[in-house]
């Protein structure tokens, strides 16, 4: 039965291929069919073209770790799936309004259906009926027990014929989701160009990852010669005091005032405690 477009797995490349030459050849057998796919997971081309542009960047920048995963293309395929159904694309100005849909009146119902899924039931429904893996392949796929990934398809496939009563068979839904997938024209960029893209944000994190490193030492260090080597207790801020008088400075004697302190001296010379005196001897 033909499926649509699958990633395939190429073959081990020989020895006598370079990183690079290993990449393009990945990236020319999944990367036009990839687009596809994500196109029917989206319903946005130019949001298709960068998601499989931006997961094979990543595979580049990974690429010892991909070249010796046993499924390559499985593992771009998930990354470019990831990245299509990203939560934060809808903040972008430009995938706030629809694209235009496809010409053919039956394809539109079908893109329509296709989008009124949840994203997980959308995913396991591609990956079971429109790429052709099997269940537990697609299960672990989109990191979900085989029995949920199959409540998945079955709740997808009831949906879809609800809207379009013509696709309750399986096999006319794969056909249709192929032939969906072949009638748009898209278009992957060049391998090369990728690889370039990848290089060059691998090279502006790691610039951007020094000078943060190198931005906290010396703000480490700063800290370290400014700061104080001893505890010094803060000074309490000063507050108003209620219910104490004021001060008042002492002003000159009235003649009364004057006349009861020489009563009071006389009256202590008189009275007073006799003065010592030292004896001699």
Not at 31 to 43: D, E, F, H, I, K
Not at 184 to 189: V, Y
Not at 196 to 201: I, P, W
Request: net charge positive; aromatic share 6%; with cysteine.
């Amino acid at each position: 039965m033909t499926t649509l477009p699958r990633v395939p797995s190429p073959a081990s490349p020989p020895e006598s291929l370079t990183p690079a030459q290993a990449f393009d050849e990945l990236y020319g057998f999944c990367a036009p069919a990839l687009v596809r796919q994500t196109y029917l997971l989206t319903g946005r081309r130019e949001l298709a073209r960068e998601a499989v542009e931006r997961a094979f960047q990543l595979a580049w920048q990974r690429w010892p770790e991909v070249a010796r995963d046993r499924d390559p293309a499985g593992w771009v395929r998930a990354v470019a799936y990831d990245c299509a159904l990203s939560p934060w694309h809808r903040f972008r100005p430009r995938h706030r309004h629809p694209e235009p849909p496809p010409a053919d009146p039956a394809d539109r119902a079908l893109l329509h259906a296709l989008l009124r899924l949840p994203s997980s039931y959308r995913r396991t429904l591609l990956l079971y009926d429109g790429v052709g893996l099997d269940l537990p392949e697609t299960a672990a796929e989109t990191e979900a027990s085989t029995p949920a990934a199959a409540s998945r398809l079955t709740h997808a496939r009831q949906a879809v014929a609800d809207r379009v009563p013509e696709l309750a068979d399986p096999r006319t839904l794969h056909r249709r989701l192929l032939e969906l997938a072949s009638a748009e024209r898209l278009r992957a960029a060049k391998p090369a160009t990728v690889r370039t893209v990848s290089e060059r944000r691998n090279a502006f994190w790691t610039r951007a990852a020094i000078t943060v490193t190198v931005a906290i030492i010396g703000a480490t260090a700063l800290t370290l010669r400014t700061a104080p080597t001893h505890y010094e207790a803060p000074i309490a801020p000063a507050q108003a005091v209620d219910g104490v008088p004021p001060r008042v400075a002492p002003g000159p004697l009235s003649p009364a005032q004057q006349a009861l302190r020489t009563k009071l001296l006389r009256t202590s010379e008189r009275s007073g405690p006799e003065r010592v005196v030292p004896l001699a001897g």
